[in-house]
């Protein structure tokens, strides 16, 4: 029993001092960054993840003693990192650094691991970018650069235009960068950055993006307002005002030209002036009107008198036998139905001729 | 009589001894920088880069905690680049045939070894190591290990290599950093 409570012990123990130290929020590790080669700055952290003052010390591996830090960077009362000057900066020697800190009695270290300072080089971002118009519809865009070894730089170029979504990234290797066509009607924005090169370091650091430099139709907000406004102007008032004098110069052209109106607006016939003579002066007679010649009119004119004869028949009482023979044909004539007829009411009326 | 012939001698070979140079740089090409900047940039410098992208792909888990009593540190010291380069690439050149190590990692470091003595125009003080560079440049390492015999175990030797190659690494960075306007 005297083991597993021997066991025990240290296990209840660390159970006991984990949470405390889980809860003391302790820096995961240093990151040092050196800006342009002209100062550095170690940060372990921020004031919501740190609860205690840690210190800093520091060595080169080819030159000791350990050395503390003598420019602490606070944050609302915690010390957060370590400031160095140019002189305290050494690169191409191992560089290490140990944090110590001092919690409810107990000591608390964190070394990093050993860094070499000449990749923890971001460079100063990019100036006085110029561009230039070359032949032929190429551009030449130029700078410099604050970091002194120009010639350890790589570089990056973004651009996009007016009409483009999306920014276009091309790496560069020496301080020019040549566009080769350009539009002339677009806007281009461009944009530059650094990086110290693998021939004299090995590290990820880009600079911070340069200040932008435009090329090209500046259709700033003020010019997108006055242009909307030019198009106001011109949809809105000069059109219609166009439009109503147009069509008052065609009115008027209607009006004064009856030429013009008679092809657009073609007369109606009206048959009635024709027949005025007809109706007037020789009161309905369409002959005479017509010129019919009196011959002519004559030879319509009956030249024999014909008086009606009526004829009927009387209903006999004795004839069932057929009311006619061979030589009596129905009115129909030969071939004509029989049936319907014998029973027609008009048959037996008829007018002789 | 001996007694003048003796302090004769005594006084001379210590005379040699001060006069002689303490490092002598068997390196003849310290003037031609704008030379080596171009040998280094178009050729060297890739092979270099390729060297730790692979020496990054090996297990060195072993390596990291450990601090070997026998693995010599070089530095790149101030003013003297090039003879801090000749010694690490001399001294890399004895990984050559450590067998522990994967064949074509202990080629092609090699190959950065003799590449560098080559463009600074050195020697190194044992002259079978350059035996070695006679080798890498007639044979272009052929025989590649097949891939179970390339996933060798973290040792020493492995981790020594790969602290000579990134120190090598740095004394090229900080030497072209040097030699650049």
């Not at chain 1, 017509?290 to 319509?300: H, I, Q, R, Y």
């Not at chain 2, 001060?18 to 390196?27: E, F, I, R, T």
């Not at chain 2, 190194?124 to 996933?151: A, P, W, Y």
Request: hydrophobic residues 35%; glycine residues 4%.
């Amino acid at each position: 029993m005297a083991v597993p409570t021997a066991l025990l012990a240290p296990v209840l123990l660390l159970c006991g001092l984990g949470p405390r130290l889980a809860a003391t929020h302790g820096p995961t590790g240093v990151e040092c960054v050196l800006f342009n080669e002209e100062y550095m700055t170690c940060k372990w952290g921020s004031r919501e993840t740190l609860t205690a003052n840690y210190s800093l010390y520091y060595w080169y591996e080819t030159r000791l003693p350990m050395l503390e830090c003598k420019h602490y960077l606070w944050d609302r009362g915690v010390s957060v990192g370590c400031h160095f000057n140019q002189s305290e900066i050494i690169q191409f020697q191992p560089f290490h650094v140990l944090l110590n800190a001092s919690v409810n009695g107990q000591t608390l270290e964190i070394r990093s691991k050993r860094m070499e300072l000449q990749d923890l080089v971001k460079p100063g971002a990019p100036v006085n970018l110029t561009i230039r118009n070359m032949s032929s519809n190429q551009l030449q865009l130029t700078w410099s650069s604050p970091y002194p070894k120009a010639q350890c730089l790589e570089h990056a170029v973004k651009y996009k235009s007016n009409k483009d979504t999306s920014w276009i990234e091309h790496g560069v290797k020496g301080d020019i960068f040549s566009f080769p066509s350009v539009d002339y009607e677009k806007y281009y924005t461009f944009y530059v950055r650094s990086k110290i090169n693998s021939y004299c370091g090995s590290t990820q650091l880009w600079s911070e993006w340069s200040v932008p430099v435009v090329w090209g139709r500046n259709t700033t907000s003020k010019d997108l307002a006055e242009e909307q406004l030019q198009r106001f102007w011109i949809h809105t008032v000069l059109v219609p005002i166009a439009s109503c004098l147009l069509l008052l110069v065609l009115v008027v052209l209607l009006v004064r030209m009856e030429r013009v109106w008679v092809i657009l607006m073609p007369r109606i016939p009206n048959p009635s002036k024709n027949f005025d003579e007809l109706f007037i002066t020789h009161n309905g007679n369409f002959q005479e009107w017509a010129g019919v010649p009196k011959d002519m009119l004559e030879s319509f004119k009956p030249n024999y008198s014909e008086s009606i004869c009526h004829v009927s028949e009387l209903p006999s009482k004795e004839s069932h036998e057929p009311q006619w023979d061979g030589s009596n044909r129905p009115p129909g004539g030969p071939g004509a139905p029989a049936g319907p007829r014998e029973h027609s009411p008009y048959q037996n009326n008829y007018v002789g001729v | 009589m001996s007694h003048a012939f003796f302090r004769s001698i005594f006084r001379v070979l210590p005379l040699l001894l001060v006069l002689s140079p303490v490092n002598s740089s068997s390196c003849t090409m310290g003037n031609k920088t704008a030379e080596i900047r171009v040998k280094y940039e178009n050729i060297l410098s890739h092979d270099i880069d390729e060297l730790v992208n692979m020496s990054a792909e090996y297990r060195d888990r072993c390596c990291k905690n450990k601090k070997h009593e026998h693995s010599k540190v070089f530095f790149c010291n101030d003013t003297q680049e090039i003879e801090s380069l000749q010694s690490m690439a001399c001294n890399m050149l004895k990984f050559f045939n450590k067998q522990k190590i994967i064949k074509e990692f202990r080629w092609k470091a090699a190959l950065v070894s003799c590449g560098t003595l080559q463009v600074l125009q050195c020697k190194c003080e044992r002259h079978k190591k350059e035996k070695v560079c006679t080798q890498i440049n007639t044979h272009n390492n052929d025989d590649r290990e097949t891939g179970e015999q390339s996933k060798k175990k973290c040792n020493h030797e492995f981790c020594e290599l790969k602290e000579n190659i990134s120190s090598l690494r740095s004394c090229w960075n900080k030497f072209e950093k040097i030699i650049s306007r």
